[in-house]
């Protein structure tokens, strides 16, 4: 199953998200390995949710796949945004606190 990250689907997604943030959840991962296309409206709310988390002194880690790899490097945002190959890596590289 593959999925859309766009202006049409991006205030669900950020609102679902967020109750984690927002619950206490201080490291997330997000897999979006079966995501086909991400736009402007999706990169705003990995960033949004990047600031959120980090702000509660926790991390965002993006299990990726090649096109949201390449959205991500062509907006410059590869150096905040953690992104990851699997979800055994992301897992492997939480932060113990």
């Known amino acids: 199953m593959t999925g859309l990250l766009d202006a049409f689907s991006e205030p669900v997604f950020r609102k679902v998200v967020s109750q984690y943030v927002e619950t206490d959840s201080k490291h997330i991962i997000l897999v979006l390995s079966n995501i086909e296309f991400v736009d402007s409206s999706g990169i705003g709310s ?19 796949n090649p096109r949201v790899t390449q959205t991500v490097k062509l907006m410059r945002l590869e150096k905040f945004l953690t992104l990851r190959n699997t979800l055994e890596e992301a897992i ?3 932060p113990n606190q």
Request: charged share 10%.
């Open 92 to 94: 492997a590289n939480i």
């Open 46 to 64: 990995l960033v949004h949710l990047f600031k959120q988390t980090k702000n509660g002194n926790g991390s965002l880690q993006i299990v990726t």
